[in-house]
């Protein structure tokens, strides 16, 4: 018997649907693939999955964390969750259209990104490829962030890792609402 890693549709069991009601929803109430999929678990939904959807509490700035976030599930080809978080967060995270397209396809050292971008992109495709920072980053990256931004980073890769494995591994597919990787890819 197959067990196919698909989002579950409503109505859900009582104790799925407590937890479901933390996470976030679009204005129409509409709750993405993405955590429905999470529901066939209650166990992912609650410990084992990611942490704080919305972390409002980050030490990096919207900026920050939405750069670590587009850049991880742009290396891990995710465009499913790379198009929700361009779609929603990139305007408010000050983001413009060329930096958003660079997240997907660019070197970090294009024009388009201030020093303090460039080196966040240099950390986090360090991170994706060997999981860690390395050498000729590292001394900046100590400098530049304090130790829990350093954590935050870290921890936002793996978090978004996570989500690309399962979203990718479910072949999940793109939410109207999300953008789509540009054509050059």
């Not at 397209?101 to 994706?128: K, Q, S, Y």
Request: net charge negative; proline share 5%.
């Amino acid at each position: 018997m197959k067990h196919l890693l698909k989002p579950l549709e409503p109505p859900f069991s009582p104790d799925i649907e407590a937890i479901l009601a933390r996470y976030p929803r679009t204005k129409s109430g509409y709750l993405l693939r993405l955590f429905r999929l999470f529901a066939n678990s209650t166990r992912f939904l609650t410990d084992k999955g990611v942490a704080n959807l919305l972390d409002t509490e980050s030490p990096l700035s919207l900026r920050e964390r939405e750069i670590v976030i587009l850049r991880t599930t742009a290396n891990k080809n995710c465009e499913y969750e790379w198009g929700i978080h361009v779609s929603i967060f990139s305007r408010q995270a000050d983001l413009t259209e060329e930096q958003v397209a660079a997240t997907r396809t660019g070197d970090p050292n294009v024009a388009c990104w201030p020093e303090d971008d460039r080196l966040l992109i240099h950390c986090v495709d360090d991170i994706c490829q060997y999981a860690k920072i390395q050498e000729k980053n590292y001394a900046a990256f100590q400098d530049h962030w304090t130790a829990e931004q350093q954590l935050e980073i870290l921890s936002l890769c793996g978090n978004y890792h996570t989500i690309s494995f399962v979203a990718n591994s479910a072949r999940l597919e793109n939410e109207e609402i999300g953008a789509r990787f540009p054509a050059s890819c």
